[in-house]
């Protein structure tokens, strides 16, 4: 049994290992474009209308549990960085009440999407969650992360502050 539980341990790691890899091996990095957003307080955003603002984009759902676990952090990462951070939730798996229960539930400070017809994570070719991609104020990106771990989140609100200067 002991063999058993250390070759799935492997085979997870290699695959999870396998996954980052691929991702950052991508060589067309996702931009800023002019999708609508449709968001779960019922408006809709263009990101591009964003710029000069620094945006964090979430790719989360409900059944995640990594997920769930990080936006406690994303609500305080909105209240630190407020006048110059816009955080929205990218969720293509759950529906609108789902997402807006949940987001009240939770008093979470920034808005989501929730499933359409337009699959933004398929769309920038998101495979792994939650991944968090942060744009600076001119709209390129400055940094992706896949997962959920305090050291990904101090390196995250890092590039935050440094974005915001």
């Known amino acids: ?18 996954g980052i890899e691929t991702l950052n091996a991508q060589t067309e990095k996702p931009s800023l474009t ?23 984009l979430d790719f989360w759902y409900r059944g995640c549990f990594p997920c769930l676990k990080a ?37 979470v400070n920034y808005f989501s999407t929730y499933k359409t017809s337009n699959t933004i994570s398929k769309n920038l ?16 990106m400055i940094q992706t992360n896949t997962g959920y771990s305090k050291s990904g989140l101090r390196s995250l609100r890092k590039a935050i502050r440094n974005a915001v200067r």
């Open 34 to 56: 002019d999708i609508d957003l449709k968001l779960n307080n019922n408006k809709t955003v263009k990101i591009s209308e964003l710029k000069g603002k620094v945006i964090l």
């Open 71 to 107: 936006i406690p952090d994303l609500i305080k990462l909105q209240e630190e960085f407020k006048d110059d951070l816009v955080i929205i939730g990218i969720n293509d798996v759950d529906d609108q009440e789902d997402v807006t229960g949940y987001f009240e539930y939770k008093g």
């Open 1 to 18: 049994m002991n063999t058993k539980k250390i070759f799935t341990t492997f085979i997870c790691f290699f695959v999870l290992a396998f």
């Open 125 to 140: 070719k998101i495979t792994a969650f939650p991944t968090t991609i942060l744009y600076d104020r001119q709209g390129n």
